[in-house]
């Protein structure tokens, strides 16, 4: 089955304690991003990745990290979370680049940073 | 940079017809997609307009004026289960730009 896999999908932490939020799709797509959902603010774009090697900030990049040493998966990093990093977190791919390309989203995990 | 406007909230009945509108102002612009997402759950892609016109797929339909910077979403035949949160985005070459959403009730 076609599908982008985020892991955790809950997860309660302290302030500090660097975490890594995995994100893996098996459709060999080359674009891949990250996004945060808050209440009222819709998504927003945190980082993105056009293929292996090539990544790039998108709106809200203070505080994370990513890389993409393969073309599945696209880790998100938070050296050193903090409580305004508490949302909801959604990991996306698709085919080639964004134009007419259906965005490929995985199921969600939610970070409370205590 | 960018900004989209779309309604906060909406509410018809089932079986009624609807349009969500979205107006947006950006630098780089390629086409606008609309997604739909239920409570918690993932976004869903419904439709991509590059080019200005109505695209239809089944009950849904977008709309696209580039001279305009609008577009909307038409959702016919109400049902139920269409109560959930549609959301425009810009499409700038290189990213996805979401508007705040627009929360549909569907109310018998």
């Known amino acids: 089955e076609a599908q982008v896999t985020q892991n955790p999908r809950y997860l309660i932490t302290v302030t500090g304690k660097k975490l890594t939020v995995t994100c893996s799709q098996n459709m060999n797509h080359e674009y891949m991003s990250w996004y945060r959902q808050d209440p009222g603010l819709g998504l927003r774009q945190i980082y993105y990745s056009m293929n292996v090697e090539a990544t790039d900030k998108g709106d809200v990049p203070e505080g994370y990290k990513v890389s993409r040493k393969e073309k599945r998966n696209f880790p998100l990093i938070l050296e050193s979370p903090s409580p305004n990093q508490t949302s909801l977190y959604f990991c996306?791919?698709?085919?080639?680049?964004?134009?007419?390309?259906?965005?490929?989203f995985g199921d969600g995990t939610r970070l409370s940073i205590l | 940079g960018q900004s989209l406007e779309q309604p906060s909230e909406v509410t018809a009945v089932e079986g009624a017809i609807v349009q969500i509108n979205c107006t947006y102002q950006?630098?780089?612009?390629?086409?606008l997609s609309w997604y739909q997402q239920h409570d918690g759950g993932a976004p869903t892609f419904l439709s991509y307009n590059g080019l200005d016109g109505l695209e239809e797929t089944g009950r849904f339909s977008s709309f696209l004026s580039r001279s305009d910077s609008y577009g909307y979403l038409l959702l016919q035949e109400l049902q139920m289960k269409d109560s959930a949160s549609y959301f425009c985005a810009v499409d700038s070459g290189y990213a996805l730009n979401f508007g705040k959403g627009t929360s549909l009730l569907v109310t018998p």
């Open positions: 996306a791919s698709s085919s080639e680049g964004i134009s007419n390309q259906p965005q490929h």
């Open positions: 950006t630098s780089g612009f390629y086409g």
